[in-house]
């Protein structure tokens, strides 16, 4: 398995998760790690960001033991298919397309919008050469506009690279992701309208994995209905819609 290294340890409960055999298992949270403000690794080498602190919560709510490890974005879906790990945590859009190889939870974000990054506020939208990072749902909408020329990376630093070194007019990825990279570097800024795209963001798991799949549901509306699923997204994805 390509990249795969534990992490760190989320949650040492007494109570383990119990399936259906009866032996206790400790639940994998598999993420990329590399997705501000929606995952990171932090000074101390841990993951961090949104779902870090959204992934514990739930893992307490549900009663589940729970680990983190880190998996680069290409290979996440064939590596939770593979059993490498128990979910997916990863800033990853709920799309038909990925529903058919595995499963999702209730979305624990709204549809957010997408944005475009470029140099210039007249960057060619419309027939230049638009960066994304692979097998994104951003990667699938440029790949669906007429005149212009997609380039795929593996990791969303380097569609950013891309755009500051000329290979690429613009960028295209989710507005939480690109507007701290403007604010932090002048001369690049968010051109362009927003995209909306996909149908919010959820935990994937396997296609077998219902009994796990119920529990974070159930976790995740706990988080709705007493409002501290909005409070993160507030804190950690200022601007976005709330539920």
């Not at 589940?64 to 490890?69: G, K, S």
């Not at 990279?181 to 959820?202: F, H, K, T």
């Amino acid at each position: 398995m390509k990249n795969l290294i534990l992490a760190t340890t989320a949650l040492v409960m007494s109570a383990g998760f119990a399936l259906a055999d009866g032996h206790g298992k400790t639940i994998r949270m598999g993420t990329e790690g590399a997705y501000p403000p929606y995952n990171f690794i932090n000074d101390a080498g841990e993951v961090d960001g949104f779902e870090r602190e959204l992934g514990d919560e739930l893992c307490k709510r549900a009663e589940l033991t729970c680990e983190w490890v880190t998996n680069e974005w290409d290979s996440i879906i064939p590596n939770l298919v593979s059993g490498n790990y128990d979910t997916i945590i990863a800033g990853m859009s709920i799309t038909a397309e990925r529903d058919e190889v595995i499963d999702f939870t209730d979305p624990y974000t709204q549809p957010d919008p997408s944005a475009f990054l470029a140099m210039s506020a007249d960057a060619d939208l419309t027939s230049g050469v638009i960066a994304a990072q692979a097998s994104t749902i951003q990667a699938s909408h440029v790949a669906s506009m007429a005149g212009v020329t997609l380039v795929e990376f593996a990791t969303p630093e380097e569609t950013v690279a891309a755009v500051k070194n000329g290979e690429a007019d613009a960028v295209l990825a989710d507005k939480a992701f690109l507007e701290p990279v403007a604010e932090a570097e002048a001369e690049l800024s968010l051109v362009g309208d927003d995209v909306l795209l996909g149908g919010g963001i959820g935990l994937g798991v396997r296609e077998s994995d219902g009994e796990l799949k119920e529990k974070f549901n159930k976790a995740i509306q706990s988080m709705k209905a007493d409002g501290s699923l909005n409070a993160l997204i507030t804190k950690h994805l200022p601007g976005s819609a709330t539920f």
